[in-house]
């Protein structure tokens, strides 16, 4: 069958494949958190910071999932990982790479809890603006 096919029909092809199938997830909202933003506040708020605002996106198109998912111990879900910042200053979760060498170290603060207080924890923006949340 695809034989018959000259090399820019069957490229054409492929391309349309490929955004049909793009299309798909997208409107599945199998992407929604992919390149999103997400909001912590379990504990921010009672702890007198702002709460975090966590750029999905930024941190996706440098790094694979498997990178904080399986490497760093994040559960895949939001709001399900209950991370303290005692834990990232001991080199765990975000510590991992914000230690002043890969990324920025935890004396910048205001650089993660960035949010307005109050904000409650969730995801923001992805299927809705396919970039970082509006704030």
């Known amino acids: 069958m695809w034989t018959f096919l000259c090399r820019s029909e069957v490229l054409t092809l492929h391309i349309l494949v490929t955004c049909s199938i793009a299309g798909i997830l997208l409107l599945s909202g199998a992407c ?6 997400v909001v912590l506040n379990k504990r ?19 790094y694979q999932c498997r990178v904080c998912h399986n490497e760093l111990g994040f559960e895949m879900k939001a709001g399900a990982n209950d991370v303290s910042m005692q834990e990232i200053t001991d080199g765990k979760f975000c510590g991992a790479c914000h230690d002043g060498k890969i990324a920025w170290s935890v004396e910048n603060c205001d650089l993660c809890h960035s949010a307005q207080p109050g904000t409650a924890a969730g995801v923001r923006g992805g299927h809705q603006t ?3 949340g509006n704030w």
């Open 130 to 132: 396919l970039g970082p």
């Open 32 to 37: 929604r958190a992919e390149y999103a933003d």
């Open 44 to 62: 921010a708020d009672s702890e007198g910071v702002r709460p975090v605002i966590f750029s999905h996106w930024f941190h996706r198109i440098r």
